[in-house]
């Protein structure tokens, strides 16, 4: 994944990810194509494969994404009793 700042690339890996996860609640993972995201999107090939290797480079960025914000609200955290770890693990989940 290209990991640039450009606010164009970040809304281009935005749109591309939301339509992902969109796919993926209708079709098997499987199922989905980089061509099927395009179809469903608003980017082009050359948009896509700028910012993505593949639709798994699409959901490891999308899941990596979700880890660092887990551990940077951990670490921001005072407290680290049980039942706040607890609740920080179960606003993630959800």
């Keep these: 994944m290209n990991s640039s700042k450009n606010p164009s690339a970040m809304r281009s890996k935005k749109v591309i990810t939301e339509t992902l996860l969109r796919l993926m609640e209708q079709y098997p993972y499987s199922e989905i194509t980089v061509k ?23 959901l490891n ?6 880890l660092l914000s887990y551990l940077d609200t951990l670490k921001k955290n005072e407290e680290y009793s049980f039942l706040r770890i607890m609740d920080v693990i179960f606003y993630f989940c959800q």
């Design 61 to 66: 960025s999308y899941i990596d994404a979700i």
């Design 36 to 58: 099927h995201i395009l179809l469903e999107s608003t980017v082009s090939r050359k948009t896509f494969y700028r910012n993505f290797s593949s639709k798994d480079d699409v």
